[in-house]
């Protein structure tokens, strides 16, 4: 099984009962679950029962979910005028044109140009009632979730090759140091030696003091336990490409480890060629972590 990405939109339809139901999910990447539901007034309470269904196929990230209720009129149904509607209406547009002083030339007709002013009464109150709407919610919500998933589940293929070969750089980089940092302290001997003579210092090899110089040398530039932790980090990290659970939270916490062997590395190595390749392996990590930021 591939990653999966946090980034995905679906849409839903569903109509029974005299309404219609369209469902348009979206979502983004976010560290915990955070659902920002737009339901129609009247179905409000129904929003308790949307965010189980959500938690079946959703973990974490940013959801945006809104939700459009359409009334089917019967064959044959009279629309119904709502006066309440329309009194409200024809109130604010005349305190309009009175503070635009503009003529109050309404009539009877300007009925027939408000919204929401005509209905069918039947479908109006199919509409209303909570309980007729939420099987035809669920049913839209369930396919929205399904478009969803499936864009989810492409991009985080995507995600997933994408990971991998990065990976494999980071792997190669590792190796490089790991074979160059055995000969950093015999390096560094004739560096210092090198320096030493070009002062026109002699020095005796076996002086203790030199001895000395060279071990903690050598104990200060020893990157080996260093670089088995980043190794076994790596290896984890390759195990969850084909986890089959949400793995971004733990890919962004081994991302956090693996920079701070690398830091250390690189602070310990004393080797111009392994603090390039150390630069390499951050960059490359830095473009990882931002990637992991989209998986679920």
């Known amino acids: 099984m591939a990653l999966v990405s946090m980034t995905g939109f679906g849409r839903g339809q569903a109509s029974a009962a005299g309404v219609a139901v369209e469902v348009e999910l979206g979502t983004v990447n976010r560290k915990q679950f955070d659902a920002r539901i737009t339901l129609p007034r009247s179905i409000s309470v129904l929003e308790p029962l949307i965010l189980p269904v959500l938690r079946e196929k959703i973990s974490r990230g940013q959801i945006s979910l809104t939700v459009r209720v359409t009334a089917i009129q019967k064959a044959g149904a009279q629309p119904s005028l709502d006066r309440d509607v329309a009194r409200r209406l024809l109130r604010e547009l005349r305190e309009t044109a009175a503070a635009l002083k503009l003529p109050d030339d309404l009539s009877a007709a300007s009925l027939l140009a408000l919204p929401n002013v ?143 062997e690398v830091n250390t590395i690189g602070s310990k190595a004393n080797d111009g060629r392994i603090s390039t390749w150390v630069i390499q392996f951050k960059a490359d990590l830095e473009a990882i972590r931002e990637q992991v930021q989209n998986v679920e």
Do not use: Y
């Open 118 to 260: 005509f209905e069918n009464r039947d479908a109006a109150d199919a509409r209303c009632d909570a309980d007729t709407v939420w099987p035809v919610l669920e049913k839209a919500l369930r396919a929205a979730l399904r478009d969803l998933v499936k864009m989810r589940n492409v991009e985080g293929a995507s995600l997933s090759v994408d990971l991998d070969k990065r990976m494999v750089r980071l792997a190669s980089c590792r190796a490089r140091i790991g074979k160059r940092a055995p000969g950093v302290p015999a390096r560094h001997k004739r560096a210092l030696l090198a320096r030493l003579s070009a002062s026109g210092l002699k020095v005796d090899l076996a002086d203790p003091s030199f001895q000395r110089e060279l071990v903690i040398f050598a104990d200060r530039a020893d990157i080996s336990e260093e670089l088995v932790r980043l190794e076994s980090h790596m290896d984890q990290f390759a195990t969850l490409l084909v986890a089959k659970k949400p793995v971004g939270r733990t890919m962004d916490f081994i991302c956090q480890e693996m920079f701070r």
